[in-house]
């Protein structure tokens, strides 16, 4: 079991950069596929970025491609989201996933549904 822990959100101006981390407890880190979600007012949390259990596959939702890189450091227990270019539209609250027991390779899902851990989100804020 892990427990996700969210960093690094704050205000920038667009065109920007922010730097999340996600800090998860636990021995058997390299053991989960990991993802980040959004969600803004009003509106449903969606998919952004996900990493599979060693790194080597990610996968990006179309809106924050070319932007957005996700990592992680497995030695660490760290999962990273590198924001780049914001936009005023990223405005959010950015919550990390864990999934346990992923297959190995396989970069995650973009279903909130299949992921079996959260953290309790940090604020992204861009203006303009």
């Given at each position: 079991?892990?427990?996700?822990?969210?960093?690094?959100?704050?205000?920038?101006?667009?065109?920007?950069?922010?730097?999340?981390?996600?800090?998860?407890?636990?021995?058997?880190?390299?053991?989960?596929?990991?993802g980040?979600?959004?969600q803004?007012?009003?509106?449903?949390?969606?998919?952004?970025?996900?990493?599979?259990?060693?790194?080597?596959?990610?996968?990006?939702?179309?809106?924050?491609?070319?932007?957005?890189?996700?990592?992680?450091?497995?030695?660490?227990?760290?999962?990273?989201?590198?924001?780049?270019?914001?936009?005023?539209?990223?405005?959010?609250?950015?919550?990390?996933?864990?999934?346990?027991?992923?297959?190995?390779?396989?970069?995650?899902?973009?279903?909130?549904?299949?992921?079996?851990?959260?953290g309790?989100?940090?604020?992204?804020?861009?203006?303009?």
């Amino acid at each position: 079991q892990v427990q996700p822990v969210e960093s690094g959100g704050g205000l920038v101006q667009a065109g920007g950069s922010l730097r999340l981390s996600c800090a998860a407890s636990g021995r058997t880190f390299s053991s989960y596929a990991m993802g980040w979600f959004r969600q803004a007012p009003g509106k449903e949390r969606e998919f952004v970025a996900a990493i599979s259990r060693s790194g080597g596959s990610t996968k990006y939702a179309d809106s924050v491609k070319g932007r957005f890189i996700i990592s992680r450091v497995n030695a660490k227990n760290t999962v990273y989201l590198q924001m780049n270019s914001l936009k005023p539209e990223d405005t959010a609250v950015y919550y990390c996933a864990a999934r346990s027991n992923a297959l190995q390779g396989y970069s995650g899902s973009n279903d909130p549904e299949w992921y079996d851990y959260w953290g309790q989100g940090t604020q992204v804020t861009v203006s303009s």
